[in-house]
């Protein structure tokens, strides 16, 4: 994967931190409900899902933490989930 590829990826996925952390905000502040849409995808979610929506934004991170690890020429360990 080129840099600029990572770039990419890396301003793809701040995008979609920022969306989720929103969410979590209007539902943490009252909102029962909450739209998610970064022009791919649209996610409809509602207090109920908070938890959903913590485990994303950790993923997200995640991957953010990852691909920055690798931009800066870092080695990346991979542990499965299963």
């Known amino acids: 994967m080129t840099s600029e590829e990572l770039d990419a990826q890396i301003v793809q996925l701040e995008l979609e931190l920022t969306q989720v952390r929103t969410a979590?905000?209007?539902?943490l502040t009252g909102a029962q409900s909450y739209s998610l849409d970064d022009g791919q995808?649209?996610?409809q979610t509602?207090?109920?899902n908070l938890r959903e929506l913590r485990e994303l934004k950790a993923d997200i991170e995640q991957?953010?933490?990852?691909?920055?690890?690798?931009?800066?020429?870092?080695v990346v360990r991979v542990i499965p989930d299963f």
């Open 63 to 74: 991957q953010l933490g990852a691909l920055r690890l690798r931009r800066c020429g870092g």
């Open 46 to 48: 509602n207090r109920a």
């Open 41 to 43: 995808t649209r996610i």
């Open 24 to 27: 979590i905000t209007a539902i």
